[in-house]
Every structure is written in structure tokens, then in C-alpha cells.
């Protein structure tokens, strides 16, 4: 039964994202990357593979994480905004489940975009001739569940303030994750030992996108695929901060008035 | 030490008077913490009940704490103090609404799906699936006259139609109790009118009503019973026939040296004749009599039904003085 109510409300979310254009802006996007890499394959491009495979691996990673956090952060916001949540928790349903259904519904949507985008990425570099390897599977994976983390950030973030704070919150973690948290660690070597616990509980705070993109072993050729072991930790990692970021949203949720 | 067991046994006594009720509401509070972050009591204290296959209108002033109650009643709002049961069970709850039809008071719906989508959805979260949910969705959408915007996206319907898809969302899954807030809000008086049946046959299937409108009209054509509420506490609850009754006026207008105070309620004269008011079809008989007998003439009895906005505004009034 409640399967069935996530899938429901999952589907909801998925139709309103396609009705909006957010894919078709996403397919355009990526049609238009196809394009640019033919012209400059006609031209031809040869030797700069890894350019060509590291500027592939940017646009998708960046394409990918907007829509992620446009889907995820305006979810409920909206829904409390436009006072459509009203039909919905009149229904037999708890709290819960209407926010794990809809943040699935945000993920499923996050993940066809981003497959429609790989998609449209791969055909551009089969314009340089670009082999891929094995490793790019392994980046497609970690990168959908980066973006599953992507989506929880933004989701709890839209819970706890407006719309347009929860979009830039979540834009400036996600595309200053790595400065983000190369300066904590700056901050932690510098502070006073009474303070590193500060940056150390911050930095673990954070969510660790960074760790999710392994695009440069895409990149360049002979790195080889991350250890499996690497993989299920990063995984793991995912799955406990999800759990985290949603009891954290589901608490603030649960009890409000609306 | 006393204290606790005696509660326990109001709460089980107040409880199981509320299971004959589809809706028992005891001493209500709720209370909403502003932009500014004062705290406001909506609700104060409201306690009232709804049987079984009523029809209960809920009226009050804008801002008296109608909406605050029906949000209470589905759990949208945590009431600060009191108790409300659902069929006697607790408001709110999973299980109450799995019994319940709710009209929001504002019509919003997801601009990018159908009607039909939208009530697809919503029927899938009441637990109804497949085809006999299709079916039931096509067949209400149809019954509130959209028929024909089935594919359309409700982002091209007008407010009138969304109030309509609002209104077909709540009858999904046949609920036994129905719970609407303004519910005319941006029909037309076709609209109405088709509400309005559609609503009393529900009733006489069983289910019961709870609204709450501005419109005195319809509270006249559809209620039973009506709970007067103003800053968030009840000040009348009449039944609407023995209220038309109360607020019915009898008068006539005579000729002849017939005095006929004692009875009346107001007498004038206007054009050589004298015109009277009753209170009362037996006050009315006397003077007719009376007139009679002292040998005037009778040239014409009214009977006027009371206005039910004349008797809200004197009501809410007198309240608020």
C-alpha cells in the first residue's frame, strides 16, 4: 500500500516535471552540446580527447545538479505555496509519506534528466571517436546517487526556508562542496586545537559531494575504476546522510501547522 | 492525585458520546503564531457536535475561525487544548481520513496535470486503484460538468472549474462525512444549483455534511442545522426550521377604529389604512378576529419569511458588542 502511495505521488511529481519542460530544457541543453561537438569534430579536434571528455563530464555534472536541486528545493515549497498540500494530506496518508514520495519522485525525474543528458553527452563524443571505458559506468552510478543526496539537501533545505534561499543554499553547497571544504580543512589546520572540533563537526555536516565525482578518472584514460569497496562506502555514506537530511526535514514537517 | 483518573474517565465519556457523532468537537483551541511571531487564538474554546447525516452549516464572519476549525478537524493544525473526534476517533488520524471527503478553501491544483490526473492521483492515495478508480474519476468529473475538460490541464481552467475539480476530488471514494469550506466559491448559480443536488443526493446516501460558506443562500437551500461562530467561539447553534420559524413575520393591513397593540408587534398608518405586524401566525389569527368583529375590514395578510442575512449581521452584531 505504501508502495503504491510513493509511486503515486512519485509519478505526479515526474508528469509535472515533463509538463514543465524542465527535461525538454535538459534534452535541448544536451542537443545543443551535440551540435556544438560535431561542428568542432567537422572541424576537427584531434588529440584533445580529455578536453573534450573533461568539458562532457562539467556539463553533465552541472546540467544534472540544477535540475536536482529545481526539482527537489520548489517540491514542497510549492505544494505548501499553492495549497495544493491540502487534497493531498486530506488523504489516508501520513506526513511521511507524502515527503518520501515526493522525494523520490524529485529523484526519478533528477535521473531521467541526467540519463537523457549522459545520453545526448555520449553521442557528442562519439564525435571525437572517444572510446569509453568501464569507469564510466561506475561515474554514472555514483554520480545518480550524488544527485539522490543532491535532492535530500534540497528537499530538507526547502522545509526550513523559502523557495529562492533553498535553491541558493543548495547551489552554493553543491557547487562549493570541494572549495567548501578544502577551506575547513584550511580552517582546522589553522584554528586552535579548542576550535578544530568546530570544523571538523562542520565539515561533517556538510554533505560531500565532491567525493561522488569521479569524472576525472573519466577524463583520463588509464586511471582505471574506483575500488568496489570505495563505491559501497560512498553508498553507504549516501544512504545514512539521505536518512539524516530526511528525519531532519520530516521532524520540522511533521508537526507543522499548514 | 484524583485529578488524573477523573480526566481519564470525562475523556472515555466524551469519547463514546462522540462515536454517535460524525463530528464532536470539545473545547476546542487553536492557535497560530503570526509573521511577527505573536500568538493568535483562532479557535477559543468551541465544543459542538455534527450527527450523522446532517447537514451542518458553519458560518461566521471572515477571520471568525471557520477555516481554523475544518484544518483542526483534518490535522492540518495541532489544536493547542481540546478534544475532536471524527466518528469517535481521534481528528486528524489516518483512520478518520480515510472517512472523510475535504474541499480546501482555496481551489489550487497541480497547474500541469488533468483533472482527470488529479483526481487519479488523489484516488490513489485514498486507496483506490485501476480501473474502477478511472471510472469513478471520469463519472464525478462528469457529474460536477466537466466532462468535456477531462484532458485539459488545469492550468487552463477557470476558477470556477477548479472549484469543480475541488469539489469532485471530495467526493472520491464515496466519504461518508464531507467536509467543505466555501464551498460555492466561484461557481456560477448553474453551478450552485447542480452542487447543490449533487450534495443532497450524497446526503441521502448516507453521508453527512459540514460546510462552511458565505453564501446564506445556500445555507438556506441545503442545511439542517447552523453553527454561528464569531472570534473563534460558537454563538448559536439553531435549527434552520424553527429559526425560519422564529424569523417568519405576519402582517396586515386593515380599515376600521380597531386597536390592535396588545398583539402587535409594530402598527402605522400609511394611505387611511392601518398596517400591523405579528410575531406570530396565532398573534396574526387574533387580529384578524379582532379586526372582524369590531366590524373593520381585512384587505390584506402577508406573510413574510425572515432574512437569514438580517438575522447574521443582528446575531454577529450583538455578539460583538
Same mark, same amino acid.
Given at each position: 500500500?505504501?508502495?503504491?502511495?510513493?509511486?503515486?505521488?512519485?509519478?505526479?511529481?515526474? #508528469?509535472?516535471? +515533463?509538463?514543465?519542460?524542465?527535461?525538454?530544457? &535538459? $534534452?535541448?541543453?544536451?542537443? /545543443? =552540446?551535440?551540435?556544438?561537438?560535431?561542428?568542432?569534430?567537422?572541424?576537427?579536434?584531434?588529440?584533445?580527447?580529455?578536453?573534450?571528455?573533461?568539458?562532457?563530464?562539467?556539463?553533465?555534472?552541472?546540467?544534472?545538479?540544477?535540475?536536482?536541486?529545481?526539482?527537489?528545493?520548489?517540491?514542497?515549497?510549492?505544494?505548501?505555496?499553492?495549497?495544493?498540500?491540502?487534497?493531498?494530506?486530506?488523504?489516508?496518508?501520513?506526513?511521511?509519506?507524502?515527503?518520501?514520495?515526493?522525494?523520490?519522485?524529485?529523484?526519478?525525474?533528477?535521473?531521467?534528466?541526467?540519463?537523457?543528458?549522459?545520453?545526448?553527452?555520449?553521442?557528442?563524443?562519439?564525435?571525437?571517436?572517444?572510446?569509453?571505458?568501464?569507469?564510466?559506468?561506475?561515474?554514472?552510478? #555514483?554520480?545518480? +546517487?550524488?544527485?539522490?543526496?543532491?535532492?535530500? &539537501? $534540497?528537499?530538507?533545505?526547502? /522545509? =526550513?526556508?523559502?523557495?529562492?534561499?533553498?535553491?541558493?543554499?543548495?547551489?552554493?553547497?553543491?557547487?562549493?562542496?570541494?572549495?567548501?571544504?578544502?577551506?575547513?580543512?584550511?580552517?582546522?589546520?589553522?584554528?586552535?586545537?579548542?576550535?578544530?572540533?568546530?570544523?571538523?563537526?562542520?565539515?561533517?555536516?556538510?554533505?560531500?559531494?565532491?567525493?561522488?565525482?569521479?569524472?576525472?578518472?573519466?577524463?583520463?584514460?588509464?586511471?582505471?575504476?574506483?575500488?568496489?569497496?570505495?563505491?559501497?562506502?560512498?553508498?553507504?555514506?549516501?544512504?545514512?546522510?539521505?536518512?539524516?537530511?530526511?528525519?531532519?526535514?520530516?521532524?520540522?514537517?511533521?508537526?507543522?501547522?499548514? | 492525585?484524583?485529578?488524573?483518573?477523573?480526566?481519564?474517565?470525562?475523556?472515555?465519556?466524551?469519547?463514546?458520546?462522540?462515536?454517535?457523532?460524525?463530528?464532536?468537537?470539545?473545547?476546542?483551541?487553536?492557535?497560530?503564531?503570526?509573521?511577527?511571531?505573536?500568538?493568535?487564538?483562532?479557535?477559543?474554546?468551541?465544543?459542538?457536535?455534527?450527527?450523522?447525516?446532517?447537514?451542518?452549516?458553519?458560518?461566521?464572519?471572515?477571520?471568525?475561525?471557520?477555516?481554523?476549525?475544518?484544518?483542526?478537524?483534518?490535522?492540518?493544525?495541532?489544536?493547542?487544548?481540546?478534544?475532536?473526534?471524527?466518528?469517535?476517533?481521534?481528528?486528524?488520524?489516518?483512520?478518520?481520513?480515510?472517512?472523510?471527503?475535504?474541499?480546501?478553501?482555496?481551489?489550487?491544483?497541480?497547474?500541469?496535470?488533468?483533472?482527470?490526473?488529479?483526481?487519479?492521483?488523489?484516488?490513489?492515495?485514498?486507496?483506490?486503484?485501476?480501473?474502477?478508480?478511472?471510472?469513478?474519476?471520469?463519472?464525478?468529473?462528469?457529474?460536477?460538468?466537466?466532462?468535456?475538460?477531462?484532458?485539459?490541464?488545469?492550468?487552463?481552467?477557470?476558477?470556477?472549474?477548479?472549484?469543480?475539480?475541488?469539489?469532485?476530488?471530495?467526493?472520491?471514494?464515496?466519504?461518508?462525512?464531507?467536509?467543505?469550506?466555501?464551498?460555492?466559491?466561484?461557481?456560477?448559480?448553474?453551478?450552485?444549483?447542480?452542487?447543490?443536488?449533487?450534495?443532497?443526493?450524497?446526503?441521502?446516501?448516507?453521508?453527512?455534511?459540514?460546510?462552511?460558506?458565505?453564501?446564506?443562500?445556500?445555507?438556506?437551500?441545503?442545511?439542517?442545522?447552523?453553527?454561528?461562530?464569531?472570534?473563534?467561539?460558537?454563538?448559536?447553534?439553531?435549527?434552520?426550521?424553527?429559526?425560519?420559524?422564529?424569523?417568519?413575520?405576519?402582517?396586515?393591513?386593515?380599515?376600521?377604529?380597531?386597536?390592535?397593540?396588545?398583539?402587535?408587534?409594530?402598527?402605522?398608518?400609511?394611505?387611511?389604512?392601518?398596517?400591523?405586524?405579528?410575531?406570530?401566525?396565532?398573534?396574526?389569527?387574533?387580529?384578524?378576529?379582532?379586526?372582524?368583529?369590531?366590524?373593520?375590514?381585512?384587505?390584506?395578510?402577508?406573510?413574510?419569511?425572515?432574512?437569514?442575512?438580517?438575522?447574521?449581521?443582528?446575531?454577529?452584531?450583538?455578539?460583538?458588542?
Amino acid at each position: 500500500m505504501k508502495i503504491r502511495v510513493w509511486k503515486s505521488l512519485a509519478r505526479g511529481v515526474l #508528469l509535472d516535471a +515533463i509538463r514543465r519542460k524542465d527535461l525538454w530544457v &535538459v $534534452g535541448i541543453l544536451g542537443f /545543443l =552540446v551535440v551540435l556544438c561537438a560535431g561542428a568542432l569534430g567537422f572541424f576537427g579536434f584531434d588529440g584533445l580527447e580529455v578536453f573534450a571528455k573533461d568539458l562532457a563530464v562539467s556539463v553533465l555534472g552541472g546540467f544534472s545538479t540544477i535540475v536536482a536541486i529545481m526539482v527537489s528545493s520548489r517540491g514542497m515549497t510549492e505544494e505548501i505555496k499553492n495549497r495544493t498540500l491540502y487534497p493531498l494530506l486530506a488523504r489516508p496518508i501520513s506526513r511521511f509519506d507524502l515527503l518520501f514520495g515526493k522525494f523520490v519522485g524529485a529523484v526519478v525525474a533528477t535521473w531521467v534528466s541526467f540519463l537523457i543528458l549522459a545520453a545526448m553527452t555520449g553521442i557528442a563524443l562519439s564525435f571525437f571517436h572517444v572510446h569509453f571505458e568501464a569507469v564510466t559506468l561506475q561515474y554514472l552510478f #555514483l554520480k545518480m +546517487i550524488g544527485l539522490t543526496l543532491v535532492c535530500a &539537501v $534540497g528537499q530538507t533545505l526547502s /522545509l =526550513v526556508m523559502t523557495n529562492s534561499a533553498a535553491i541558493t543554499t543548495s547551489l552554493i553547497v553543491a557547487f562549493g562542496s570541494t572549495l567548501i571544504t578544502r577551506a575547513l580543512g584550511m580552517g582546522y589546520s589553522s584554528a586552535p586545537p579548542s576550535m578544530q572540533a568546530f570544523f571538523k563537526a562542520l565539515n561533517a555536516v556538510l554533505p560531500q559531494y565532491g567525493l561522488f565525482d569521479i569524472g576525472s578518472r573519466v577524463s583520463y584514460s588509464g586511471w582505471g575504476t574506483a575500488p568496489l569497496w570505495v563505491v559501497g562506502a560512498l553508498t553507504a555514506y549516501a544512504v545514512a546522510y539521505c536518512g539524516f537530511m530526511f528525519i531532519l526535514g520530516w521532524t520540522k514537517f511533521n508537526k507543522q501547522a499548514i | 492525585m484524583d485529578s488524573k483518573p477523573k480526566e481519564t474517565c470525562e475523556v472515555t465519556e466524551i469519547k463514546l458520546s462522540m462515536e454517535a457523532s460524525a463530528i464532536a468537537v470539545h473545547d476546542l483551541h487553536v492557535q497560530y503564531r503570526s509573521k511577527k511571531g505573536k500568538s493568535v487564538e483562532a479557535v477559543q474554546g468551541l465544543s459542538f457536535s455534527v450527527g450523522r447525516g446532517e447537514i451542518v452549516g458553519f458560518l461566521g464572519p471572515n477571520g471568525a475561525g471557520k477555516s481554523s476549525t475544518l484544518k483542526a478537524l483534518m490535522g492540518f493544525v495541532q489544536p493547542k487544548a481540546g478534544r475532536a473526534y471524527v466518528f469517535g476517533l481521534d481528528c486528524g488520524s489516518i483512520d478518520s481520513r480515510k472517512r472523510i471527503g475535504y474541499l480546501p478553501e482555496v481551489a489550487m491544483y497541480y497547474p500541469y496535470l488533468t483533472p482527470l490526473e488529479t483526481l487519479t492521483l488523489y484516488g490513489e492515495l485514498q486507496g483506490l486503484f485501476g480501473s474502477s478508480l478511472r471510472k469513478e474519476a471520469t463519472e464525478l468529473l462528469e457529474q460536477v460538468g466537466l466532462g468535456e475538460s477531462l484532458r485539459k490541464q488545469n492550468r487552463s481552467l477557470s476558477k470556477g472549474m477548479l472549484q469543480r475539480v475541488g469539489i469532485a476530488q471530495s467526493l472520491l471514494g464515496s466519504p461518508e462525512l464531507l467536509i467543505l469550506d466555501e464551498v460555492t466559491s466561484g461557481l456560477d448559480p448553474v453551478g450552485r444549483k447542480e452542487l447543490r443536488n449533487l450534495l443532497k443526493q450524497r446526503q441521502k446516501q448516507g453521508a453527512t455534511l459540514f460546510f462552511s460558506s458565505h453564501e446564506l443562500s445556500e445555507v438556506d437551500m441545503l442545511c439542517d442545522r447552523i453553527l454561528l461562530i464569531n472570534q473563534g467561539k460558537l454563538i448559536e447553534e439553531r435549527k434552520l426550521d424553527t429559526l425560519k420559524t422564529d424569523l417568519r413575520h405576519f402582517a396586515i393591513t386593515y380599515s376600521g377604529d380597531v386597536i390592535l397593540n396588545d398583539l402587535a408587534d409594530k402598527t402605522w398608518s400609511e394611505s387611511g389604512n392601518l398596517h400591523t405586524t405579528f410575531q406570530n401566525k396565532e398573534l396574526l389569527i387574533q387580529g384578524v378576529q379582532r379586526v372582524q368583529l369590531n366590524g373593520g375590514t381585512v384587505i390584506d395578510i402577508i406573510a413574510q419569511e425572515g432574512s437569514l442575512e438580517d438575522y447574521f449581521v443582528e446575531t454577529i452584531g450583538k455578539a460583538a458588542a
